[in-house]
């Protein structure tokens, strides 16, 4: 049994401290709305009442707050109450720069702070399902590897780098922001042509798109390829098309997409590979 304490006890922190306490640790919990500490204290946590106290003699100390303002306020807070020895492990979702910057501020105090941002939702939390990233040196990572896996289906060790895992969270949101926005915009084009959302979404499960993102980024990455294999002259005239079929639907990526497409089209990339549109 350890002695872990969270901080940030939302939909996420919360699934955290149910999964640990089924396991048999002893959980500190706090969360600036008191309140909502209730429902963990009734299933076995604890709640000293402050930052400081819940991190008290605890081995690990977890952090799952808004963003970087609130995870350097309640850092500074609980540091009168952190053992020398223990880890400050923060899962909040924060910009790079700030990330790399609190690494170093921290790590030259010696405060054993990691950034260790997921993909997971609340039930992931409680199931121990979905990934976890961790920017940490190999013998950081060594040391962190069995307590952090027992969270998570997948940890996914990102080298030391501080700020990478915190990019690679940044990017994974917006490849699934963008996604949401594609998928608005594939049923948008069923209704505006009478046929019903499910039969569209049967595409896909005989069109694999995901397969193709490592191919489409080393594209974009690369830029002009030369040679076209897909003109955005005739790029162009699918949207045309796919917002025409969409007709009264509303859609939310494809306005964007035809706006860039113009950019470059006046530009006079039209020759050029549809990629075009994203330089």
Not at 136 to 147: F, G, I, K, P, S
Request: with cysteine; charged share 20%; aromatic share 6%.
């Amino acid at each position: 049994m350890t002695d872990i304490a969270l901080l940030g006890t939302g939909l996420l922190g919360a699934g955290f401290v149910e999964n640990l306490l089924t396991k048999g640790h002893s959980v500190r919990v706090w969360n600036r709305t008191a309140s909502k500490t209730g429902p963990l204290v009734e299933r076995g946590a604890t709640a000293p009442g402050d930052p400081a106290a819940t991190a008290a003699g605890c081995s690990h100390v977890h952090l799952v707050l808004s963003e970087d303002t609130a995870v350097d306020e309640v850092i500074a807070t609980l540091r009168p109450g952190l053992a020398p020895d223990a880890w400050v492990i923060d899962h909040s979702t924060n910009a790079p720069p700030k990330v790399a910057a609190r690494y170093a501020s921290l790590r030259g105090e010696g405060v054993r702070y990691v950034p260790a941002p997921v993909f997971m939702s609340p039930q992931n939390a409680r199931d121990a399902s979905g990934l976890m990233l961790l920017s940490a040196n190999d013998d950081d990572a060594a040391a962190l590897t069995e307590h952090l896996t027992a969270m998570t289906g997948k940890l996914m060790h990102v080298g030391d780098h501080p700020e990478l895992a915190a990019a690679y969270k940044l990017a994974g949101n917006s490849v699934y922001f963008a996604m949401t926005a594609a998928l608005n915009d594939v049923l948008a084009i069923g209704r505006g042509s009478g046929i019903e959302p499910g039969k569209m979404l049967e595409l896909f499960d005989v069109f694999k798109v995901g397969h193709a993102m490592p191919i489409i980024g080393k594209h974009v990455a690369a830029g002009d390829r030369g040679r076209a294999s897909f003109e955005l002259t005739m790029a162009r005239k699918d949207a045309r098309l796919m917002q025409d079929a969409a007709g009264s639907e509303p859609t939310i990526g494809l306005p964007a997409i035809i706006a860039a497409m113009d950019r470059a089209l006046e530009r006079g990339d039209g020759h050029k590979d549809f990629i075009a549109f994203t330089q």
